[in-house]
């Protein structure tokens, strides 16, 4: 079984709060892609953390733009806090690694990066990422990419605030679509 949510429905569910389940599914051992929206919530950090650490997961992130082009950016390592003694205290800091692709790899300066809402400032910036940006990421000071931004529909004025992939669109191209999914790594001696 699969679940997917696309970006629109993701990026107004958690610009709206950041505190609800956007779809409140969880699918415990689903060996499937799947997205998740309700990544972007704390209940959804804790449910992917506490997925992630049971094994090794994989990532990939497909986007589209309003030409109907399209990209991706996979990881063959991804986690959150996978070494955080309290997760949730921690921020929920993202492991990523082994990228490849086509889009660029616009998550490699969030890898190590705590998750900042609005309300909930873990960044390196003087001010609140997310607030700045529209969003809910893993900043830093701040982001190559920005997949919870607004929905501003191709190109905008505003900088870096809407769902914005940077190493394939850049800092001011809102993204039409853009979906994560993870999963179990395959087992490299069961192929
Ligand atoms: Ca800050």
Redesign the pocket.
Known sequence: MAVRQRTEIASDCLWRTSRILCNGLFLSGCHSFFFVCFLFSPAGLKQIHALSIQGNYELRIDLEDFENSTAYAHYGTFGVGLFSVDPDDDGYPLTVGDYSGNAGDSLLKHNGMKF?TKDR?????????ASFYHGAWW?RNCHTSNLNGQYLRGQHTSYADGIEWSSWTGWQYSLKFSEMKIRPTRDPDNK
Do not use: A, G, K
């Open positions: 900042t400032d873990n960044d390196h910036s003087e001010n609140n990422c900043y």
